[in-house]
């Protein structure tokens, strides 16, 4: 008799080694809260933008950086693609929050050292953040994320409209693949053996953002990095 008038979010589960789930890891007050930070990071110096690829393709999602300014393919400390101004520094909150992540995802995981033997609660120490924002046709193709120079792992976190994610293997961007649905306040961390799997988002699942999560409409999602760049 659960889950007709109040939904509960599915147990955490490692859906590949080192790719740990965490359902519902955000609660509404943490979500608006972070959406309030969004405003603010999103007012500039850097406004969100949407990056445009070297063959000419103009992606569709529009990000805004912390710690590092990231553009194909490669960080800079200025955003020399947009307006060539310094990003704003990574939050301490943000950290703190990334190695919690880490430690929760750590304890789900059937390998405990699969995101590194030491302790994660000190030893994450992300230095940038890409915060994507999707309206209702934005998408992600295909890719992975290999612009940083450390295998540490990647900590996600998703506000707003549910999407698909495209989850796939290192060898290929095509199949085998599975689809999942992330949801507001959904924690993914991809570490270890996963770190380097491709992955995209193929669709938004528009007017499915709960109440009280602070956006009406729309998709944001964080991810902490550690850049291994000094
Ligand atoms: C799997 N973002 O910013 S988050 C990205 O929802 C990115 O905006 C998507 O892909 C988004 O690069 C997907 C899930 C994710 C993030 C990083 C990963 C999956 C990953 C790194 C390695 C493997
Ligand atoms: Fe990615």
Not at 15 to 39: C, T
Not at 192 to 210: E, M, N, Q, W
């Amino acid at each position: 008799m659960s889950g007709a008038l109040f939904p509960l979010p599915a147990e955490p589960r490692e859906v590949a080694a080192g790719a740990v789930h965490m359902p519902g890891w955000l609660n509404l007050e943490e979500q608006s809260w972070i959406v309030h930070q969004f405003r603010q990071w999103a007012a500039g110096p850097v406004p969100p933008r949407a990056a445009v690829m070297p063959g000419g393709h103009r992606m569709s999602v529009r990000t805004v950086c912390l710690g590092w300014h990231w553009q194909p393919y490669r960080y800079t400390r200025e955003a020399t693609d947009v307006n060539g101004m310094r990003v704003l520094e990574f939050p301490d909150w943000m950290v703190r929050l990334g190695r919690r992540a880490v430690a929760e995802a750590g304890s789900v995981a059937s390998d405990p050292g699969v995101y590194g033997a030491g302790d994660p609660s000190s030893d994450f120490s992300p230095d940038a953040a890409l915060v994507n924002y999707y309206d209702d046709a934005a998408t992600m193709g295909m890719h992975q994320d290999k612009d940083e120079k450390s295998n540490a792992p990647v900590v996600s976190l998703s506000i707003g409209d549910s999407c698909i994610f495209r989850f796939g293997n290192t060898a290929t961007r095509t199949k085998p693949y599975t689809d999942l649905t992330l949801a507001s306040g959904d924690l993914f961390v991809f570490g270890g053996p996963s770190r380097f799997a491709y992955h995209g988002i193929p669709k938004v699942l528009p007017g499915t953002a709960p109440a009280g999560c602070g956006l009406d409409h729309g998709r944001i999602n964080i991810t902490m990095r550690v850049t291994g760049w000094l």
